[in-house]
């Protein structure tokens, strides 16, 4: 007999070990679950970040506010001034509703189309703002058909088709003021294209 066996009463280590055996095999039963739970709140984890991260890359590339009114008061109208106007005070609703006037009565306006689009794609309006673009885009001169594929890409990035945003970035050249900002977006929304094709 060992010198400790002999000091302590059994009784003592046995109730221990019989706890830490329940404990053991309690644990080992429903190892299979804390797996499972582990890993669906590790994959939670991941999804949201990832879908934070996509939902993410528009907000680098919102169309300004102040842009557009600037855009509306070099229309030199009464109703771009008008919309100029209530756009800077935030009435972006008002400001829609003198553009569209406008447009509708001078549809082949291409400047007046594109702040137009600008101001829908803002609002969220995406498939009237691509509308308008398409019926622009025939109108436009080189230039103004670079800005015309820029907003689209925009408008198409906002709606989260990377497909269509993609071919849209393609078309802007490399004497574009846009070409960097277009082609950083290309490479941001590669892992979303399903298509090869630009």
């Known amino acids: 007999m060992h010198l400790l066996e002999a000091e302590v009463p059994r009784s003592r280590f046995l109730l221990p070990l019989q706890i830490l055996l329940k404990l053991r095999s309690a644990t080992l039963k429903h190892s299979g679950f804390f797996k499972i739970v582990v890993v669906a709140l590790l994959f939670g984890t991941a999804l949201l970040s990832w879908n934070n991260w996509k939902s993410g890359l528009f907000k680098g590339y919102e169309i300004d506010s102040k842009t557009i009114a600037n855009a509306l008061y070099n229309l030199k109208s009464k109703d771009g001034a008008l919309a100029a106007a209530c756009y800077t005070k935030g009435n972006e609703s008002d400001a829609v509703m003198f553009v569209n006037r406008q447009y509708n009565t001078e549809p082949d306006n291409v400047e007046l189309g594109i702040v137009y689009a ?53 078309k802007i050249p490399k004497k574009s003021g846009h070409y960097r900002q277009a082609q950083k977006l290309l490479h941001q929304i590669k892992p979303f294209v399903t298509t090869s094709a630009t």
Do not use: P
């Open 118 to 170: 600008q101001m829908l794609t803002r609002q969220g309006h995406l498939g009237e703002s691509k509308l308008v673009l398409s019926d622009i885009h025939s109108k436009a001169d080189e230039q103004q058909k670079q800005e015309i594929a820029f907003v689209m890409a925009i408008t198409c990035l906002k709606a989260t088709n990377f497909d269509e945003c993609k071919y849209w970035l393609a």
